[in-house]
């Protein structure tokens, strides 16, 4: 069963944000929010996580709604590298797996 | 630059062929993974090893074993493989298996069964 649900596809313009929505209802209050991306004929790159609060890295944001029934990736100036497929996942620390659904297909278009 | 190493980049062989995958990485994970990836599809989790043993194995078929001769590498070895086992095959190091550390994953292996 899916844990999050994700748009199957978006479009950023380049230099500007691309914000990645992700719905997360049945979430546990100990699991995590996980965000990889896995750019073409690469593994997947992990980009941020977090529990409660919002966190920021050199990649990106990631904003959770107080709730924590969904989540935003905020990629703050999109580059055309940037296209790829992002994940988000939700996974409690004794889960030893990372459950990858389908993900976004993000387009960066200059 | 990925900090898990994988080797070959490509594999091409036949199905009574016996191969190898190698993983290496060096950042003291003591929790080491291989997933499968069809094309289009998203990564599965195949087999976890933590602390040099393995904890999971996701009902693999025999022809893929394992073997993880110390904390820094992993192998995979591939033996009578069928043409559907054609695929992506990466390799991920993490924190304890139970933690909330992420895993990081390789470029992978792409594996072509003839």
């Known amino acids: 069963d899916a844990k999050t649900t994700q748009p199957t596809s978006m479009d950023c313009a380049e230099g500007r944000a691309a914000n990645l929505p992700c719905n997360h209802s049945?979430?546990?209050?100990?699991?995590?929010v996980y965000w990889y991306r896995q750019i073409h004929s690469q593994g997947p790159q992990y980009i941020i996580h977090?529990?409660?609060n919002n966190e920021t890295n050199e990649m990106a944001s990631l904003i959770i709604t107080e709730d924590r029934k969904s989540s935003t990736l905020i990629l703050p100036h999109a580059t055309l590298r940037d296209t790829a497929v992002y994940y988000c996942i939700v996974r409690v620390p004794d889960d030893y797996k990372l459950s990858f659904g389908a993900g976004t297909t993000v387009t960066v278009r200059a | 630059d990925t900090e898990v190493t994988q080797t070959p980049k490509h594999l091409v062989m036949g199905m009574t062929n016996k191969k190898s995958l190698k993983c290496e990485q060096h950042?003291?994970?003591?929790?080491m993974y291989w997933y499968k990836q069809k094309a289009k599809k998203p990564p599965e989790l195949m087999f976890v090893?933590?602390?040099?043993?393995?904890?999971i194995n996701e009902s693999v078929p025999s022809r893929f074993s394992p073997e993880c001769p110390n904390s820094s590498l992993l192998n995979l070895h591939l033996h009578a493989l069928q043409p559907e086992d054609s695929a992506l095959y990466l390799c991920?190091?993490?924190?304890?298996?139970?933690?909330?550390?992420?895993?990081?994953f390789g470029d992978g292996t792409r594996l072509s069964i003839l």
């Open positions: 991920a190091s993490g924190g304890p298996t139970r933690g909330y550390q992420p895993q990081h």
């Open positions: 977090g529990l409660k």
């Open positions: 049945t979430i546990s209050g100990n699991e995590y």
């Open positions: 950042m003291g994970h003591r929790a």
């Open positions: 090893y933590s602390y040099e043993k393995l904890s």
